[in-house]
């Protein structure tokens, strides 16, 4: 078995964007206060919130501007604050108006998009607080902000009746970005050394990892020839939304097939790869 591979997704983001710009123009005035996956929050406030997320990454990383936060010691505390301050900015921006909202977006991407790219894609940065507290390299947290873009596009998609972006080229690295959340998913599951539980993600955008138990942890790889004591199959459409906690564990078992150790595949279904 050996290590995935980095995940490195500079040059997707216009791509992406070019999508969502297309995506946010074709919409008509109904469209915009239509319910998404994401609770409370209209199609139109999950444009504001990436639009906010924009701003956030150009005024912390780029300008190194912060202002003060309250501590968080806590991953819950962390949760919390993050929220506050999700909706906070959603409630403000809702006095924009959906032209706006597209013309602020079309200028922040670009800007974002030249901030990545000026990154050294090895160093190391903070954690990735959904995959665990160690520190994560540039490129994961990056791939994280990708993942972010994607999946809330997505929402607007599903809520407006839109076709899916699942071509691989996006949603590929998405998946890929997701599964770095199990070995923290599985860091309380006990297993004897050497066990490995596989995960199989199907479709067009899919891949297979695989999880092995080695000493306190659980370690992630690809190219596994040790025997699987647990083989889940899932498909895509039901992965990424178990990921971002857009289905409910429930659910997402009912549309996977498991073989071998089912109790080993509860912390597959419980792994969340967003900050909730």
């Known amino acids: 078995m050996r290590w995935p591979d ?10 992406l964007r070019t999508h969502l710009l297309s995506l946010l123009a074709g919409l008509g005035e109904s469209d915009w206060d239509r319910p998404t996956a994401a609770p409370r929050w209209s199609v139109k406030d999950v444009a504001v919130h990436l639009l906010g997320g924009d701003i956030g990454i150009l ?6 501007f912060h202002v003060t936060s309250p ?3 806590t991953y819950r505390e962390l949760v919390n ?3 506050r301050v999700n909706e906070e900015w959603v409630i403000a921006a809702r006095r924009m108006s959906p032209r706006l909202i597209r013309e602020l977006l079309a200028f922040t991407g670009p800007e974002v998009e030249a901030y990545f790219s000026s990154l050294d894609m090895r160093a190391m940065n903070g954690p990735v607080s959904w995959a665990g507290p160690d520190p994560a390299p540039v490129w994961f ?4 902000e990708f993942t972010e873009r994607w999946h809330h596009q997505q929402q607007i998609r599903d809520a407006t009746g839109r076709p899916a972006l699942y071509d691989p080229y996006f949603l590929a690295p998405v998946l890929n970005t997701f599964v770095r959340a199990l070995p923290h998913s599985f860091r309380d599951t006990i297993a004897p050394d050497g066990t490995v539980v596989t995960l199989e993600i199907s479709g067009e955008a899919g891949g297979v990892w695989h999880l092995m138990r080695a000493g306190f942890r659980w370690d992630l790889g690809i190219g596994s020839d040790v025997e699987s004591a647990t083989v889940v199959v899932i498909p895509q459409d039901t992965a990424w939304r178990m990921f971002t906690k857009g289905i409910d564990p429930e659910r997402a078992r009912k549309a996977a097939v498991v073989r071998g150790d ?15």
């Open 141 to 144: 947290d990056i791939a994280r």
């Open 81 to 83: 604050l993050v929220e």
């Open 71 to 73: 501590a968080t010691g």
């Open 59 to 64: 005024s912390r990383g780029r300008d190194t």
């Open 6 to 15: 980095e995940i490195i997704v500079i040059e997707r983001f216009a791509p």
């Open 262 to 276: 089912a109790d080993l595949a509860e912390s597959i279904f419980s792994t969340v790869s967003v900050i909730a």
